[in-house]
């Protein structure tokens, strides 16, 4: 049964802190995404990796960085944080063979005041 | 970047009424997929579409894939209280070899007992 798990369900943060939001699937897939959800605006790709040390952008990647140094965990870092991050972000892994779905951890809420 | 929209963005039924979300996208896609979040929950894969006028059936629920594979639709005949959620889809876009899943704004459903 796939697992990703992401580090926090619920996240406060001051504007202009420093934000790592943690992903870590069992799986062994080669992707790993990286999503914020908004009302009436679905799930918006932010950056995503194929592979250990690499990554790609989204579509909205400004004021994110990612990491992901081991295949099994992929970092979202908000480098400065402010208000408008305040969002629902959405971690998710999928495989290049066989399963074709993408596999979504439980989400955090992150908060910016 | 590539776009895909759906509607509606809402839509409240009585138990027993059926419920259509449409999709749209505007470029051509290889394949699409749908996915539904229950409140507070994450996006749970339903199901994929792969070739143009494609129909596939689960139970009450009915998808299509358009004959111009740029829009799609779910069809819920019947709704029940357990269909209450938030209805993507999702079009998977080959990117250097690998995947990534584009998503629709979705379609919140609501269910009146």
């Known amino acids: 049964d796939v697992k990703v798990t992401q580090s926090s369900r619920y996240l406060v943060k001051r504007t202009g802190e420093k934000v790592f939001l943690e992903c870590v699937q069992d799986?062994?897939?080669?992707?790993m995404f990286w999503y914020r959800q908004d009302p009436g605006l679905g799930l918006r790709l932010i950056y995503f990796?194929?592979?250990?040390?690499?990554?790609e952008k989204g579509d909205i990647p400004e004021g994110y960085s990612v990491s992901r140094e081991k295949k099994e965990r992929f970092s979202l870092i908000l480098e400065s944080a402010s208000t408008n991050q305040t969002s629902m972000y959405l971690c998710?892994?999928?495989?290049?063979?066989?399963?074709?779905?993408?596999?979504f951890g439980q989400g955090t809420r992150l908060t910016v005041v | 970047g590539q776009q895909v929209m759906q509607i509606p963005q809402y839509q409240h039924v009585q138990e027993g009424e059926d419920f259509t979300t449409y999709c749209n996208s505007s470029?051509?896609?290889?394949?699409i997929q749908w996915y539904k979040q229950r409140p507070g929950g994450h996006p749970v894969f339903l199901i994929q579409?792969?070739?143009?006028?494609e129909v596939k059936k689960q139970k009450r629920l009915t998808f299509q894939f358009g004959e111009a594979k740029k829009n799609s639709s779910l069809h819920i005949t019947a709704t029940q209280t357990t269909d209450v959620g938030t209805y993507f889809c999702?079009?998977?876009?080959?990117?250097?070899?690998?995947?990534?899943?584009?998503f629709g704004t979705g379609t919140r459903l609501k269910v009146l007992a």
């Open positions: 998710a892994s999928s495989s290049n063979r066989g399963l074709v779905e993408a596999f």
């Open positions: 799986m062994d897939h080669e992707n």
């Open positions: 990796s194929y592979d250990v040390k690499m990554k």
């Open positions: 470029t051509t896609l290889s394949n």
């Open positions: 579409l792969v070739k143009s006028g």
């Open positions: 999702a079009g998977r876009k080959t990117t250097s070899g690998t995947y990534k899943y584009i």
